[in-house]
């Protein structure tokens, strides 16, 4: 089994910054590839960020140049750097790490329960 816990989520102004955290554990998860989801308050769902394997990283041109995808493997930790936040950033954010298990290269897809961002005067 593989968990993923998202955390550091707040209420924050215009123009201010956040660095939410995604922790996995448990099972070793061979090739991951993990994203950052939002799903707004209207319910829209919107990949945000996305860190492959290779370190490749993606964004959206909504966030791009304001949102930076990290991670630290020797923890286990995936980070999602805002800056310049604006309000329409509001949403509940999303970590998903996709994968193989081995010994049989199962697949792995597992989400977190979401962490709220609240960007607001």
């Known amino acids: 089994q593989v968990q993923v816990v998202e955390s550091g989520g707040g209420l924050v102004e215009p123009g201010g910054s956040l660095r939410l955290s995604c922790s996995v554990s448990?099972?070793?998860?061979?090739?991951?590839?993990m994203y950052w989801y939002r799903q707004t308050p209207e319910n829209e769902r919107d990949m945000v960020a996305h860190?492959?394997?290779?370190?490749?990283?993606a964004y959206p041109s909504s966030v791009e140049g304001r949102f930076t995808i990290s991670r630290d493997d020797a923890k286990n930790t995936v980070y999602l750097q805002m800056n310049r936040l604006k309000p329409e950033d509001t949403a509940v954010y999303y970590c998903?790490?996709?994968?193989?298990?081995?010994?049989?290269?199962?697949?792995?897809?597992?989400w977190g329960n979401g962490t709220l961002v609240t960007v607001s005067s």
């Open positions: 860190i492959g394997s290779d370190g490749t990283t």
């Open positions: 998903n790490v996709q994968g193989f298990a081995p010994p049989t290269y199962s697949l792995v897809n597992e």
């Open positions: 448990g099972s070793i998860v061979f090739s991951p590839s």
